[in-house]
């Protein structure tokens, strides 16, 4: 069974405003083993940052439904609700979480954590959103 670990994150230029998530996957050797920016239009940071999860998830269920996955993310609101610590208010935050949990038990994907992580240590995907997100934006 491989291991990896994905950096998350999620941004939005004006909250909300154009927004775009990325992931940057990693083996248990810290190699690159893959990574995706994904613009997403209008929308908030923290729903970005769940999109980043959900893209993050989709792209394991098509490579390696067999991997064991720990989420890194600099949002401690998102991963609070993932660990089912905070309860959701937001209807659309709740929609994506759902999204996040459904994905998981369908494709018996095996996540063993979501960590929080400061921004600094998040810098590769971190650099993907902007990058994204610079590209998308006339």
Known sequence: MSKLFINCDGGSRGNPGPSASAFVAKDLDGALVYREGKFLGIGTNN??????????????????????VVFFLDSQL?????????????????????????????????????????RKTNSEADALVNETLDNNIF
């Open 47 to 68: 729903q970005a940052e769940y999109e980043a999860v959900i893209i993050a998830l989709q792209w394991i269920v098509k490579t390696d439904r067999s991997a064991e």
């Open 78 to 118: 998102v991963v609070n609700q993932l660990k089912r610590n905070f309860k959701i208010k937001d209807a659309t935050l709740k929609i994506k979480s759902q999204l996040v949990f459904d994905l998981i038990r369908s494709a018996n994907l095996t996540v063993r954590n979501y960590l929080y992580v400061p």
